[in-house]
């Protein structure tokens, strides 16, 4: 288990970003960027007892590989998104229920009806460029900058959004860099996640 710290700022604009304009952010930069694509399913019964629970599992396809994530729901206050995270590598796109008795979902894997009737709900699929960042103090940041969607059923809503991942060091100097990319660039904080955008996708479908 892990305790993720990221700020997450949302692009204000349909074009992409220029990042490559920011002298300063290319001095950070550790080594070149790496752009990956993410295909993420998450998953919950129809009565979503996962997030009534205060967790969430998806499973995420990079390439050839595949993780298994259990991720509690936290607290997201400014753009801070603070939450216990559980990822594991996979051989395929099947569950390691051993694995998930180690998270926080133990008591409903455990329960057949709840397990049982778990499903795909929703998936996101989107671009991420990958920029290892090392501050003046030696802390260290992953900044994602992420352009896709979410989809559930026949309904999408667009992904484009930066994400600031504390790694190593305090996460206030991760707050100043987040508030000299908003003064640089059309951002905005957002305390909402990807998953949540799919929570609202699909039950805008159930109603």
Known sequence: MSLEQEIKLQVTQ?????????DWLMAMLEQPGQQIHLLSTYFDTPDLELKKFGAGLRLRQIGEQWLQTVKCTGKAENGLHQRKEWEHPLEGPEFDKRLLKQTELSPLVANAA??????????????????????????????????????????????????????????????????????????????ISKAAQGYSLYQSIEK
């Open 114 to 191: 709840i397990w049982d009737a778990i499903k795909p709900l929703f998936t996101t699929e989107f671009e991420r460029l990958v920029m290892p960042l090392q501050l003046d103090d030696g802390t260290q940041v992953e900044m994602a900058y992420d352009r896709g969607e979410v989809r559930a059923g026949n309904k999408q809503t667009p992904i484009h959004e930066i994400e600031l991942e504390l790694k190593q060091g305090e996460i206030k100097k991760v707050q100043q860099l987040a508030d000299q990319l908003k003064a640089a660039l059309p951002l905005q904080y957002s305390d």
């Open 14 to 22: 349909e074009q992409a970003l220029d990042l490559n304009k920011l």
